[in-house]
């Protein structure tokens, strides 16, 4: 699981840190020269705070004894967002509240069973998501449309098959979309600029789905918005 994921729009970028030890000191340098609402998860709080950055919204479940509050004075202001909500990660739930607080609508279909490990594909949405959100322009709320079909082999244009191996899932936008300068790029590890935030965790994206015997392209329109679309074997 990456330690950090940066969502960001032309107004205000937000960085989820959920693993302070595992943070990239050079990587995180950069993201914090956009100056984001840093939103951490209970668990990565000391860690966070001996890196000496100024936390925004501590965000988690606070069980085992965790005392919030205690954290009010010397990361002031801060917000506290309790998330008791058992069945969904902490990380679920840091975008669950980036979502709720850009006023973002995410529209799915049914989704099929996929032959995968579910936190490697839970990272693989989370971060298509979160590139969603961070695309969503100043001029109208954020939309997200994810959709499925099955297909007959893992070729983005495959016909469909009720009998097919394969799925194709798209993750459609309506933000700004990608300059044309980034777009042979944003597949690149560790890709990103101050002018777009794009690509970070894209190139782990691509590897997990290879991995998998799938493969993830997309389309994009500057001002209009992106569609990734992902291919992947079914459980039969």
């Not at 107004?11 to 995180?28: K, R």
């Not at 529209?107 to 936190?119: A, G, Q, R, W």
């Amino acid at each position: 699981m990456s330690s950090h994921h940066i969502i960001r729009d032309d107004q205000e970028p937000a960085l989820i840190i959920a693993n302070g030890a595992a943070c990239n000191p050079e990587l995180l340098g950069q993201l914090l020269e956009w100056s984001p609402l840093v939103i951490v998860l209970d668990s990565a709080i000391e860690r966070v705070i001996d890196l000496g950055i100024k936390i925004d919204v501590l965000l988690g479940d606070f069980d085992r004894g965790f005392d919030p509050e205690v954290y009010k004075t010397s990361q002031y202001p801060i917000e506290i967002v309790h998330t008791p909500d058992q069945n969904k990660t902490d990380l679920e739930k840091a975008f669950d509240y980036l979502i709720e607080s850009k006023s973002a609508t995410i529209k799915t279909n049914e989704l099929p069973t996929v032959d995968s490990i579910p936190s490697q594909l839970r990272q693989v949405f989370q971060n298509l998501i979160g590139n969603a959100l961070k695309f969503s322009g100043t001029e109208n709320k954020p939309e997200i449309e994810i959709t499925s079909e099955i297909i007959v082999d893992k070729s983005i244009d495959s016909p469909t098959s009720p009998e097919g191996k394969f799925c194709r899932i798209t993750v459609k936008d309506n933000g700004i979309g990608i300059e044309a300068e980034n777009i042979d790029r944003i597949f690149e590890p560790k890709f990103t600029t101050k002018n777009s935030g794009m690509g970070l965790g894209l190139g782990i994206i691509k590897n997990i789905i290879e991995n998998y015997k799938g493969t993830i392209t997309f389309e994009t329109e500057y001002g209009k918005g992106t569609i990734f679309t992902v291919s992947l074997p079914i459980i039969e």
